[in-house]
């Protein structure tokens, strides 16, 4: 008899239980939202907040671009409204079969000029192969391929920009030397050793101003 009170009373329980977790479980699945209602909320939030309009990614209307030029007096006369000698021009000048990126007041370092020119002394640069400002540029015309293969490592005969159009000039400020650097040559098993020692030369060089059209001097 007393087993089964116990039982009775277990079975009693569990249905309580069971009975309070449905009613729990119930509850929750109304607190939670359906698809339903979800679209409905939505919709109605944005009957109730109306969008706003979006700018446009690009102007209506673009603003006309400058004829190119078909002359050269009509580049040089537009580097020349964009830019002046001292401000906002740049060149492309060949040294030493490198090319360099050149402004004005500039300090350029090259291996040392054959002939060690004193300081003070002006150079012109005549192997230029662009000019330009921030706008427009001016440059020589492009070798082939032929032509390329034949140039590659050497001054070459490259078409350059004539001097009537464009005159830029360097200053020399210094001729200085590199730390001394050495080097050790061995040979294996022949007892050889030697220990050679340079100084690399180099030229310190101002740009002057970039003289177009009829600028230049």
């Given amino acids: 008899m007393a087993s089964r009170s116990a039982e009775n009373i277990w079975q009693s329980v569990s249905a309580v239980l069971r009975g309070s977790a449905l009613s729990t479980l119930n509850a929750g699945s109304s607190r939670i939202p359906t698809a339903s209602r979800l679209s409905a909320r939505f919709a109605s939030t944005s009957a109730s ?17 400058p004829a190119l030029p078909t002359t050269t007096s009509e580049a040089v ?3 020349q409204s964009s830019s002046t000698p001292q401000l906002g021009r740049y060149v492309l000048a060949r040294l030493h079969s490198r090319n360099y990126l050149l ?3 500039d300090i350029l370092t ?5 002939g060690s020119p004193p300081p003070g002394t002006i150079l012109a640069l005549n192997r230029i192969l662009q000019v330009g400002s921030r706008e427009f540029v001016i440059k020589a015309p492009e070798p082939d391929a032929a032509q390329k293969s034949a140039l590659f ?3 070459g005969d490259r078409e350059v920009i004539p001097q009537e159009v464009v005159q830029c000039h360097v200053t020399v400020m210094e001729h200085t030397k590199s730390p001394m650097e050495r080097k050790l040559l061995k040979k294996r098993r022949k007892g050889y050793k030697k220990t050679i020692e340079n100084k690399q030369g180099w030229t310190r060089l101002r740009v002057g101003d970039v003289f177009v059209g009829s600028e230049a001097k």
């Fill in 49 to 65: 907040t109306p969008t706003a309009r979006l700018q446009p990614l690009l102007p209506a209307s673009t603003p006309a671009l």
């Fill in 77 to 79: 006369s537009l580097i």
């Fill in 103 to 105: 402004h004005p007041r």
């Fill in 110 to 114: 090259v291996p040392h000029l054959k």
């Fill in 153 to 155: 490592g050497a001054q």
